[in-house]
């Protein structure tokens, strides 16, 4: 069974940085597609990050030039970098593969508050 858990959330100030990190089993992490989707409060889930298995990354416009998705495939790890971090970035931030069937991490809670 596929497995995805989120580490690395808080409450941070505006401008600091965090690392997400999301660890995989139950699957073959190499030849997975990864992404990082985010949720605020009343809001609809949507995309952060994405990363393919062929090095391929797509990011959102809000994120973009702050946020870097990057994996580790010796460690099953794929983590998200944020950067520059703005109130607007609170959310829970879940960490998502699908290999033909969608699997979602459980959350991680993020708040940027001064």
């Known amino acids: 069974q596929v497995q995805l858990v989120e580490s690395g959330g808080g409450l941070v100030q505006p401008g600091e940085s965090l690392r997400l990190s999301c660890a995989a089993s139950?699957?073959?992490?190499?030849?997975?597609?990864m992404g990082w989707y985010r949720q605020a409060p009343g809001e609809q889930r949507k995309l952060v990050a994405f990363l393919t298995r062929g090095g391929t990354t797509t990011y959102a416009d809000s994120v973009r030039g702050r946020f870097t998705i990057f994996r580790d495939n010796s460690k099953n790890l794929v983590y998200l970098q944020m950067n520059s971090l703005k109130p607007e970035d609170t959310a829970v931030y879940y960490c998502?593969?699908?290999?033909?069937?969608?699997?979602w991490g459980q959350g991680t809670q993020v708040t940027v508050s001064s």
């Open positions: 139950g699957t073959i992490f190499s030849r997975s597609n």
């Open positions: 998502y593969t699908n290999s033909g069937v969608s699997y």
